[in-house]
């Protein structure tokens, strides 16, 4: 116990030097003063770049939009930064760690060894048993694991194994839960829905080819799924599919209870569609004028290779891949004899944009 003790001093000790010395030696936070002279002169340099001809006015647009964020999150950096009067913040810190470690004194236990998993477990299922509320997700997900052998079987088990399972953030666990549902039971709209929900967590919040299967499957079993509407309107919005979208959304909420706390989401997600396609459209038919241009230029000059890759690769930020095709088979007969060109010209095409000057 007195060992305990002389550790948890010299702990706080330490922390009240490393902050003395943290004190010392920090600047002030004047980096976005240097962010934004390095934005004003980058901006500059893209100007020049573009009267000079070297870079199109596609390539200028991106070039500042990505430098635009660099200063934006260095502001906020520097906006979120609070300054703390060097004594405050050593008297602060140090009553945290005193309060902290006589908190633990009183009610923790020191002396005792970290209790096994196996009698945790024990002492959850009991509390499963008597007063399930106070178990946090992961510590119920472990109890109803217990019986993942006796109820194997079950199809009613593995889709609340699941939910449990995402409550407690196990998003990969809760898909195996729910595949093991649908296994059983493919009739089941839920064990597809709630599949596909898994899948798109498990993805970082993008609904892939096998989650949208799932909501497909769902839907067809079920018209009035509101979770699957949801998540393929949520898909054919990042896809640029407009109309869909916003079919999936409207049927969600029609479904949806006005009470549904869920509705918000769903109604915000519909009024976003209108905007983020008014911008998309904008942004097309801006390209495609620069596209235009671009074609022109290439018919009196059809020796310039920068701009056949700028044309390929303005056609893939198009999507207008027909037309990917017809520019790649004009640029490829007028380098028919020259492969290493087409190459050059296919690879450069390929690059993202402002990556040219990064691998001079």
């Known amino acids: 116990m007195l060992l305990f003790t002389l550790t948890c001093v010299l702990i706080c000790a330490a922390l009240i030097a490393l902050a003395m010395a943290w004190q010392r030696t920090r600047k002030d936070p004047s980096g976005l003063a240097r962010e934004k002279a390095l934005y004003a002169g980058f901006a500059a340099d893209v100007e020049r770049r573009v009267a000079r001809g070297e870079i199109d006015d596609i390539q200028a647009q991106e070039e500042r939009a990505q430098a635009a964020r660099a200063l934006l999150k260095a502001s906020e950096t520097v906006t979120g930064h609070v300054a703390v009067k060097p004594l405050y913040g050593w008297l602060g810190l140090s009553a945290v760690a005193v309060l902290s470690l006589a908190l633990y004194l009183m009610a923790g236990h020191p002396g005792q060894p970290d209790q096994p998993y196996g009698q945790r477990l024990q002492t959850w299922t009991r509390l499963a ?58 009739g089941t709209f839920a064990a ?13 919040g993008v609904s892939g080819p096998e989650a949208v299967k799932a909501f497909e499957k769902a839907l067809q079993l079920n018209p009035n799924d509101a ?130 000057g990064e691998a001079k």
């Not at 007063?131 to 109803?144: E, S, W």
């Not at 449990?164 to 549902?181: C, F, P, R, S, V």
């Not at 671009?294 to 027909?322: F, H, K, M, T």
């Open 227 to 356: 979770r699957a509407h949801y998540y393929l309107g949520q898909q054919a919005l990042a896809d640029s599919r407009y109309e869909a979208a916003r079919g999936h959304f409207k049927a969600a909420l029609a479904i949806m209870t006005p009470e549904d706390v869920s509705r918000p989401q769903v109604l915000e997600a519909l009024q976003s569609v209108g905007p983020a396609e008014t911008a998309a459209k904008a942004v097309s038919e801006r390209i495609s004028g620069m596209v235009a241009s671009l074609e022109g230029q290439l018919r009196i000059d059809p020796e310039n290779a920068d701009g056949w890759a700028r044309l390929l690769r303005s056609y893939d930020v198009l999507g207008d891949r027909a037309a990917r095709d017809r520019a790649r088979a004009a640029m490829q007969a007028h380098y028919a004899n020259r492969p290493e060109v087409i190459a050059d010209i296919l690879t450069r095409a390929q690059t993202r944009v402002g990556s040219e």
């Open 192 to 204: 597809w829905s709630e599949l596909g929900e898994a899948l798109t967590f498990v993805g970082g």
């Open 129 to 186: 048993r008597t007063n399930p509320d106070v178990l946090p997700p992961q510590a119920m997900a472990a109890v109803l694991r217990q019986g993942r052998h006796d109820h194997a079987n079950e199809v009613d088990y593995w889709l609340f194994l699941g939910r449990i399972d995402m409550l407690a953030g196990n998003n990969y666990d809760g898909a195996q839960d729910y595949e093991k549902a649908r296994a059983l039971s493919p």
